[in-house]
């Protein structure tokens, strides 16, 4: 993700989320924070493509095993500015190169935390979120990370069964996480990332993917 692509990735979460960060605080992030990853997907001329890219710079955050930096990031929602200095953008018929999904993680001391998982709303149910998702994984592999976490909404059944998918478990419970409606947060955890056992079932569903939705290249 570059700062060019915050627009896209902004209308993006207006189709998916709620509450959103404002277009600053992605700034902070691409540009000060260097334990934040932002990966996107991108269509180019009516083909599916994946982009990939790293940004960093900034500050860190302490963390337990099971994700409390994710109540910071949900905290942070509300707290950070609102300014909207977002450019104008071309109707997406008429973009040359068409973000598609985001997915952000932060690269902590014991674990890799994904703080934020969009598709467009256009481009849902084609294996995006999954291809999303098992970058994130390789992400935390090349980086040693023993853990991956996040949280996740109860009643968000689609996206608890892709988790459980690649070996999520359920190891605690947000009461009352979201503001919107006051929804409970599932904690999930992927604990054996380096283990033999997981690298080879992680292979099987990557080759799975593949043979399903295509293959994507891979940049950044």
């Known amino acids: 993700m570059q700062s060019e692509d915050i627009g896209q990735v902004l209308e993006i979460e207006r189709e998916s989320f709620p509450t959103m960060w404002p277009p600053t605080a992605y700034k902070r992030e691409l540009e000060q924070n260097r334990l934040a990853h ?11 493509a994946g982009e990939w890219a790293a940004h ?11 994700g409390a930096i994710g109540r910071l990031f949900g905290e942070l929602r509300h707290i950070l500015g609102n300014e909207d200095d ?6 997406v ?25 969009a598709v467009r709303e256009s481009h849902r149910r084609q294996g995006i979120a999954e291809l999303l998702l098992i970058r994130a994984i390789e992400l935390a592999r090349a980086s040693e990370q023993q853990l991956v976490t996040l949280e996740c909404r109860v009643a968000n059944a689609p996206a608890l069964a ?5 070996g999520f478990e359920k190891v605690g419970l947000r009461p009352r996480y979201y503001s919107d409606n006051h929804e409970d947060a599932y904690v999930l955890s992927l604990s054996s990332v380096p283990s033999r056992r997981f690298i080879e079932r992680f292979q099987v569903l990557k080759a799975e993917h593949e043979q399903r939705w295509g293959s994507f290249d891979v940049e950044g």
């Open 38 to 48: 932002y990966l996107v997907t991108v269509e180019r001329n009516g083909e599916s």
């Open 86 to 91: 977002e450019r104008p953008l071309l109707p």
């Open 162 to 166: 892709l988790y459980e998918k690649y």
């Open 93 to 117: 018929k008429q973009r040359a190169e068409l973000i598609t999904g985001v997915i952000g993680v932060w690269l902590l001391a014991d674990e890799a935390h994904i703080v934020t998982i």
């Open 56 to 66: 960093g710079g900034g500050y860190g955050h302490g963390s337990d095993h099971y």
